[in-house]
């Protein structure tokens, strides 16, 4: 079964910088475009960024110019540089494949990396 293993995230001040990684079983990296998400309590999760299989990025409004993605064929995952954090960024990180992973009917996704960002 493929998988995606999301890792990076913790604690950090307002203002800080932190770096998540995506691994990926197999080649799903390599043969996609990716995708970060982010979900927050009591939010809907929803898309921070995104990269297609050449390497072009795009970014939700609401993290342009502090947040960058990127991708690193070779190791078979994809980076999300977080800079400038603010508390409202805090929630579960996601990466997924464009379209999303699917298991039958259902979504599949990774277990997240949690970002907390203290003010």
């Known amino acids: 079964q493929v998988q995606l293993v999301e890792s990076g995230g913790g604690l950090v001040q307002a203002g800080g910088s932190l770096r998540l990684s995506c691994a990926s079983s197999?080649?799903?990296?390599?043969?996609?475009?990716m995708a970060w998400y982010r979900q927050a309590p009591g939010k809907q999760r929803e898309l921070v960024a995104q990269?297609?299989?050449?390497?072009?990025?795009n970014y939700a409004d609401v993290v342009r110019g502090r947040f960058t993605i990127s991708r690193d064929n070779a190791k078979n995952t994809v980076y999300l540089q977080m800079n400038s954090l603010k508390p409202e960024d805090a929630a579960v990180y996601y990466c997924?494949?464009?379209?999303?992973?699917?298991?039958?009917?259902?979504?599949?996704w990774g277990q997240g990396t949690q970002v907390t960002v203290s003010s």
């Open positions: 997924n494949t464009i379209p999303r992973l699917r298991v039958g009917a259902a979504e599949s």
């Open positions: 197999g080649s799903i990296v390599v043969d996609n475009a």
């Open positions: 990269i297609t299989r050449g390497g072009v990025p």
